[in-house]
């Protein structure tokens, strides 16, 4: 069950920073809010320590990418695309 969560929660991460990338910040933030859910219920769930803490940190990233895409969207502004090295690290 966790590695179906594991796994649920990637598909949306990386589908959401290439949405990130290509300047489709709607997109992007309602993929990114999708793996916060699964993200979410894996946390839940978890019972290894070690595992429990990367999904926290991994979460509050993805989290705070959501905010910045979600200002930009309330701004109206175009924003900037995330760059390879932000989505290398939101990937990995």
């Known amino acids: ?18 949405a990130d990338i290509a300047g489709n910040y709607k997109k992007a933030f309602e993929l990114y809010m999708n793996a916060l859910e699964f993200f979410k219920e894996h946390m839940k769930c978890e019972k290894n320590p070690e595992i429990k803490g990367t999904a926290y940190k991994k979460f509050f ?17 175009t924003g900037s695309a995330c760059s390879g090295d932000v989505a290398n690290a939101l990937v990995h």
Do not use: T
């Not at 990233?61 to 910045?68: D, Q």
């Open 1 to 18: 069950m966790l590695r179906d969560f594991n796994e649920m929660e990637m598909a949306w991460v990386e589908q959401a920073v290439q």
């Open 61 to 77: 990233e993805y989290l705070n990418r959501a905010k910045e895409i979600r200002a930009i969207l309330d701004d109206g502004e």
